[in-house]
Nanobody, 120 residues
Framework: QVQLVESGGGLVQAGGSLRLSCTASGNIFSISDVGWYRQAPGKQRELVAAVTSGGSTEYAESVEGRFTISRDNAKNTVYLQMNSLKPEDTAAYSC??????????????WGRGTQVTVSS
């Protein structure tokens, strides 16, 4: 079992910055990939950024060059540094952790999310 808690959301003006945190507890050593997702009203949930246990990263085109995902294993935390924020970044942001079970089977765990609102 893994528990994830997000923090760091809030209200900022366009061009500002926020740093989101996703802190894990439980069976943390089994975690493989961790991703940040977001969902805006009326839109599908989308992957914003992801980091593997080996440190490889992936970003959505809409945030490349502005967002940075990082992993601090000593603190059991994954961060999402968001710079040059735009109103279209407004969404509920959630983190997700993948735990491989063997073969092609996986377990996924979600945090409750944190709201990011960017004003124009």
């Amino acid at each position: 079992q893994v528990q994830l808690v997000e923090s760091g959301g809030g209200l900022v003006q366009a061009g500002g910055s926020l740093r989101l945190s996703c802190t894990a507890s439980g069976n943390i050593f089994s975690i493989s990939d961790v991703g940040w997702y977001r969902q805006a009203p009326g839109k599908q949930r989308e992957l914003v950024a992801a980091v593997t246990s080996g440190g490889s990263t992936e970003y959505a085109e809409s945030v490349e060059g502005r967002f940075t995902i990082s992993r601090d294993n000593a603190k059991n935390t994954v961060y999402l540094q968001m710079n040059s924020l735009k109103p279209e970044d407004t969404a509920a942001y959630s983190c997700n952790a993948r735990l491989p079970l063997g073969g092609l089977r996986n377990e996924y765990y979600w945090g409750r999310g944190t709201q990011v609102t960017v004003s124009s």
